[in-house]
C-alpha cells in the first residue's frame, strides 16, 4: 500500500513537472514571438526579465557557432567574452535549467542598439 502510494506520488510529479517545462515553453515563445525589428534592445530586456539570459554553454573559441534548428543556422561568436558561449551582436534568452530543454533558446540579434533579427534554437 505505501509502495504504491509512493509510486502515484512519484508519477504525479513527473508529470506535472513535465506539464510545468511545457508551459514554461510555450509563454517563452508567446514572448518571443512579441520581439519585432527594429524594437529597441531595452524594450527586449524589459519582454524578457523574468526569463535567464546568455547560453550558459562553454566558451567556444572559434570564429562562428552552428545551431542546428534555426532560420539562420550559422551565428559568429563574440571571441572577447570568455565566461560563455556569446553570439556577436546577439542576446540569448532561455526559459529554463532543466536539462531536456536548457538550449532552448530565444535568439534576439541587434543591430544599432534594435531587433534585426530573431530567432529559435530548440532543445
Known amino acids: 500500500m505505501i509502495k504504491s502510494r509512493f509510486l502515484?506520488?512519484?508519477l504525479m510529479s513527473f508529470?506535472?513537472?513535465s506539464i510545468a517545462i511545457a508551459d514554461s515553453r510555450d509563454d517563452f515563445l508567446t514572448v518571443l514571438g512579441k520581439?519585432?525589428?527594429g524594437m529597441p534592445k531595452v524594450e527586449v530586456d524589459r519582454l524578457f526579465k523574468k526569463y535567464m539570459k546568455g547560453t550558459n554553454w562553454p566558451y567556444?573559441?572559434?570564429p562562428s557557432a552552428e545551431l542546428i534548428g534555426t532560420r539562420r543556422g550559422t551565428f559568429e561568436v563574440d571571441t572577447s567574452k570568455k565566461d560563455q558561449l556569446t553570439l556577436?551582436?546577439?542576446d540569448v534568452y532561455r526559459h529554463?535549467?532543466?536539462g531536456k530543454y536548457d538550449s532552448d533558446?530565444?535568439?534576439v540579434c541587434f543591430k544599432d542598439g534594435k531587433v534585426d533579427w530573431v530567432d529559435f534554437a530548440p532543445d
Do not use: M, R, T
Open 8 to 10: 502515484l506520488i512519484l
Open 15 to 17: 508529470i506535472w513537472q
Open 35 to 37: 520581439v519585432s525589428p
Open 60 to 62: 567556444a573559441s572559434g
Open 88 to 90: 556577436k551582436n546577439c
Open 96 to 98: 529554463s535549467n532543466d
Open 105 to 107: 533558446w530565444g535568439i
